[in-house]
């Protein structure tokens, strides 16, 4: 076997809070983010976040952006016997903190990966994580297959590019493991230029065979022992970066008006759900502001409860 990680490996979770993009109205034709409500936002004293426009995304219709929000909501019995990580409150965090830095030989941490217009994020998000524990924890430089995973996992995981499950993701690292991205590369080497490409993409046919034919699909493939959620809570997501390793994390994605306000929000959940997301945690800044690589993860902070 290529290699087995020896301990108990990060899993998905538990979903973040929600994030908010985009407009109110559902129409499916309009653009994502809207100037107006940008200023509303940054103007209105108790919003409770700053929003900002992301240029790989401005001109996505609300359409195009729910496509690529690949993130299925998981049944509660899948999730029913999976462990939950806790960490003590005893355990003090330094008060910024870089897994880029900390692992600095691990190339592949803060690696932003473009998944094209398929919604394989809940994919990505678990191979980097994979492949970033296998380099903190085994010094293993390795680059995993995210089409394996995606085309070969079929309906345990969900839909492959129309969406799946984050946390079967990680038991299939478990029963089946996964090849490396030389044997069974990403099937779109090109990526997208934004706002996406049209049509959307097909999930790609598992082939179970590697790309070049010197090498054998079995002999490429690469083991997790275990799979666990983290809580939600912030301290344990940054305990599990700091004594482990990056992240990978769900949240849901609302539509939003202008006129939504943080405190709206809490007490009145928006009623347009755009889809959810993953994502790898790589980043915490000032009061915990979690910065996200795209599509996928969370690996450092600065500034501690």
């Given at each position: ?238 305990a599990e970066v700091y004594k482990n390793g990056p992240v990978e994390v769900a949240f849901t994605v609302y539509e939003v008006s202008k006129d939504m306000t943080k405190a709206e929000q809490e007490k009145h959940k928006p009623k347009n759900k755009s889809g959810f997301r993953t994502l790898q945690i790589w980043s915490v800044q000032a009061h915990h502001r979690w910065h ?14």
């Amino acid at each position: 076997m290529g290699g087995e990680l020896l301990l108990a490996l990060l899993l998905v979770s538990a979903a973040a809070a929600p994030q908010v993009l985009g407009v109110g109205n559902g129409d499916n034709h309009m653009r994502i983010i809207q100037e107006d409500i940008i200023e509303t936002v940054n103007n209105h004293p108790s919003a409770g976040w700053t929003a900002s426009r992301n240029p790989y995304f401005s001109n996505y219709t609300i359409a195009q952006f729910k496509h690529i929000l690949g993130v299925k909501p998981a049944p509660q019995n899948a999730l029913s016997n999976v462990p939950v990580k806790t960490y003590s409150r005893s355990l003090e965090l330094p008060k910024e903190f870089d897994a880029r830095s900390a692992w600095s030989r691990c190339s592949t941490i803060g690696n932003i990966l473009d998944q094209g217009h398929c919604g394989s994020c809940w994919a990505f998000g678990a191979v980097e994580c994979l492949q970033d524990r296998f380099c903190i924890h085994l010094n293993m430089s390795i680059l995993l297959s995210v089409n394996d995973l995606l085309a070969c996992c079929g309906f345990m995981c969900g839909d492959g590019c129309d969406g799946g499950y984050p946390i079967e993701a990680w038991r299939y690292f478990v029963q089946n493991g996964v090849v490396t991205d030389e044997c069974d590369p990403y099937f779109d080497p090109v990526g997208c230029k934004h706002p996406g490409c049209e049509p959307a993409y097909p999930t790609p046919k598992c082939e179970k065979k590697c790309k070049e034919q010197n090498q054998v699909w079995q002999e490429k493939k690469h083991f997790s022992i275990d799979a666990y959620r983290i809580n939600s809570d912030p301290h344990d997501i940054m305990a599990e970066v700091y004594k482990n390793g990056p992240v990978e994390v769900a949240f849901t994605v609302y539509e939003v008006s202008k006129d939504m306000t943080k405190a709206e929000q809490e007490k009145h959940k928006p009623k347009n759900k755009s889809g959810f997301r993953t994502l790898q945690i790589w980043s915490v800044q000032a009061h915990h502001r979690w910065h996200y690589g795209w599509p996928c993860r969370q690996v450092d902070w600065m500034g501690n409860q």
